[in-house]
Structure formats: structure tokens, C-alpha cells
């Protein structure tokens, strides 16, 4: 039988796998896809998905940009392994893969000293890691782009390129697809404990009393890493939390808008012939959000968004709402940075979590990251040990500066 995601429904079955992935989205289809198809692992490997409509997956309702604009080096490698992946997708999935990439670059903008300086030491960083993004000061920003308020502006950090947005369920598509054409099987169910031998996990159970005894264990829940890391007996700080999304047109042009970061964190990007905009709720009001809590925060919108729009583009003075959505961000509390790589003493259970929100991008990195390290026991074409789950032990913060 086939689930409306064209995931398999096996029925009954005591089964067995090599590697058993939580979670299907953009990270454990790609884990899944690298692993069988790059990877070549003989072993089976099963992906058990709750949803195979992707309906509340972060991925799916996500901003869907990506960007080489980090602080942590590892960030702006797996940015970079992003925008290749997305440039050669033919290569990989053949002439007809299209994400519908757009390269107009991000701007992140500062507007004092301590934040131009913090935009200079990430700048930086990315460019000793070969990222083409390009500082300006208020006036090189006001001549580079003339639709921008400059005054009260300290400086701007633009991605020339390698830099932009796409179409995230067509890449979710993509990895699924490559995934299954190589030999992973998607299955439908909700992983409701995990079994544990001492230092081993050695199965899941699903919420219909279904089991999978399993070899290796990926977590890649989303925002429901947490609770997963939990049925393990494992902490992880992990979280829903609801980030809204608005959607507005424009009467006037924007000629070469790139996705916009003002100082007040509010984002803009176009969206085909409209635009989409966020921001952070305030910190006092983010908390972890209810489960089924997907309604969008619209005094965001009122109060905060389009205020720092219309004083930061002059042309958003005159835009009309059209619509929103709400998904939520696979949250670490403790730095907003991943978890990736193997718990230091259950050793066949490996995270791919926490990015907040700049997961998506990294989906392709981290799969192929994780897929090396569970078929050859080591970080190979790229060293994530940064992001081990040491630093959740110990509490000890990885702070990444370019959080948006
Ligand atoms: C509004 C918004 C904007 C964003 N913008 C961007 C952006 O511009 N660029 C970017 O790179 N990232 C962005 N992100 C973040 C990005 O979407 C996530 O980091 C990324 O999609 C995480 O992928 P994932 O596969 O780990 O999680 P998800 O896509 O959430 O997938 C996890 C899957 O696990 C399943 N699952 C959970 N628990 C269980 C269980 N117990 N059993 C079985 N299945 C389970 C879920 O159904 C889900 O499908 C944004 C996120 C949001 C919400």
C-alpha cells in the first residue's frame, strides 16, 4: 500500500533496518538519500515520517532562502556544499530537477558601531572560507542601492553571490525521491518510544505497536527533536517555536531587492511578483509553541514589520497585506546553533537538529555529513565535530552571530 506521500505502509511487519531516520523532511531525506545513493550503503534503511504530507514540517514552511552570511566557519561550509548542490542538481537528479533558484543575495544591515564591526568580523570569516559577500559602508550602500534608507545606517554586508531563495518542497521532492530511487524506504508512522540496552538504542516502537529493531538511529524530528531525543532518555533542547510569515504586494518596484535584513531583525524578500517578510517575536514572547499552534502572530505584522519596512524602503510605504502562514523553528535553546553527530555514549544515535531556522539550506551538508559518518565511522569531506553534543553536555554555548 502507498501513503499520499508515496511513502510505503508496511503493515504487521517486525521489521529490521541498518539505519532507522526520524523524520523525513529536507534533513533525514537527505541523510537517507546520501546514504544510499552517494554513499552507496548496502545496508536498509528505513525513514519513518508522521506526516507524508509535510503539511507542519518546518521545511515546507519555511522562508526557503539560503545564505553564506554565518559566524561559525562549519556554517558557512555547509552554506557553500548548499549552493552547489542546488547549482548541479541536474547533474544529480537529472535534466528536468529545477528548484527555481533565485540568486538576489541577502543584505544584512547594522545600524551602530558595535553592529557594523560584528557584520566586519562575520564578513571575515566568510571570506576566508571563499563566501563571495561584500561590506559596505551607509554611503557605498546608498550608491549600490538607491530604494534604501541610508541615514541612520552604519554599514551592510551583501552576498554577491550564492546567495538567494528556491522552491523548498521541490527540493524536499528531490532528496525524497533520489532517496527512494537508490533504495531507502519511507514509512509511515509516528516513532512513539525508543528501546535502549545500556549504551545502545536497539529499536523503535511506533505509536500503532509497530517495532524496528535498528543497527543506527538518526534523529532528524525537526522541532520535535526534543521529545524524540527524550524517548531515548536523552536531554536535547530542542523546541517548536512559531515563527510567522507575511506575504504583501507593492505598487512601485524594488529593482534587485535581495533578501533584506534590517537592524531591527525584520526580513523582506520578493516572492515572485510579491514579497514575503518575518520577524522574531520579542524574547519574552518566544516560547515554546503549542503543537498544533500554527495560527500567524498579525500584530507582528502591524506593530513591528511594517514600520521598520516602510521607513527602511520608502516604496513599502504603499503595500497591501495579502496573506500569511506560520511554521515553526527547530529552536536550540542553548545557542541557536545544530546538534549534528553521535551522542558521546549512545554512539548508534546521531542528531541532526536544532538549526534554527537555517536548516533547509543545510539539509544537503548535513546529510551528506551524517551519511559519511554513519558509513565510514568518521567526519570525511566535511569535520562537524563543532556542532557534537558534547557542548549540550556541558552546557557550553557555540554562539553563531548571523541569526535571523
Ligand atoms: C517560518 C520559517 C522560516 C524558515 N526559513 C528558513 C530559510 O529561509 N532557510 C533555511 O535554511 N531554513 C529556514 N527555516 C528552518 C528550516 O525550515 C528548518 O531548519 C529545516 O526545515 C529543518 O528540517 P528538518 O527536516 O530537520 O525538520 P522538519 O522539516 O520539521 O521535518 C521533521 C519531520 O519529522 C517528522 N517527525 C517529527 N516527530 C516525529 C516522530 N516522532 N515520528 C515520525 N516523524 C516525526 C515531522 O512530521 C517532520 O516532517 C525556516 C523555518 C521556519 C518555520
Known sequence: MVGVGGEVLVEGLGESADVVIVGGAAVGASVAYFLKSEMGFAGRVIVVERDPTYARSATTLSAASIRQQFSTPENVRL????????????????????????????????????????????????????????????AGLAARFPWLATDDL???????????????????????????????????????????????????????????????????????????????????????????????????????????????????RPEGEAFICGVSPPEEEDGRAGDDDFEPDYALFDEVIWPALASRVPAFEAIRFERAWAGHYDYHTLDQNAVVGPHPEV???LFANGFSGHGLQHAPGVGRAVAEFIATGGWRTID???????????????IEQAVI
Not at 516513532?191 to 524496528?212: M, N
Open 79 to 138: 552554506s557553500l556544499f548548499g549552493v552547489d548542490f542546488i547549482r548541479t542538481l541536474k547533474t544529480r537528479f537529472g535534466a528536468d530537477a529545477d528548484v527555481g533558484f533565485r540568486e538576489g543575495g541577502y543584505l544584512i544591515l547594522a545600524g551602530t558601531a558595535e553592529g557594523a564591526a560584528v557584520l566586519a568580523a562575520n564578513h571575515a570569516v566568510q571570506a576566508a572560507e571563499g563566501a563571495d559577500t561584500v561590506l559596505y559602508d551607509a
Open 154 to 268: 552604519a554599514a551592510g554586508c551583501f552576498g554577491r553571490s550564492g546567495e538567494g531563495w528556491f522552491d523548498a518542497h521541490m527540493l524536499l521532492s528531490l532528496l525524497r525521491t533520489g532517496a527512494r530511487a537508490a533504495g531507502a524506504e519511507f514509512l509511515h508512522g509516528t516513532v512513539a518510544a525508543i528501546e535502549r540496552v545500556g549504551a545502545r538504542v536497539t529499536a523503535v516502537r511506533l505509536a500503532d505497536g509497530r517495532r524496528i529493531a535498528c543497527g543506527m538511529l538518526v534523529n532528524a524530528a525537526g522541532p520535535q527533536a526534543g521529545d524524540v531525543a527524550a524517548l531515548a532518555g536523552l536531554p536535547l533542547a530542542v523546541e517548536p517555536r512559531k515563527r510567522s510569515v507575511f506575504v504583501f504586494r507593492c505598487r512601485d518596484e524594488v529593482p534587485g531587492l535581495p533578501l533584506l535584513v534590517d537592524p531591527s531583525g525584520v526580513y523582506v
Open 384 to 398: 562537524l565535530s563543532v556542532f557534537g553534543y558534547e557542548r549540550v553536555a556541558a552546557g557550553r554555548p557555540l
Open 347 to 349: 554512539g548508534n544515535l
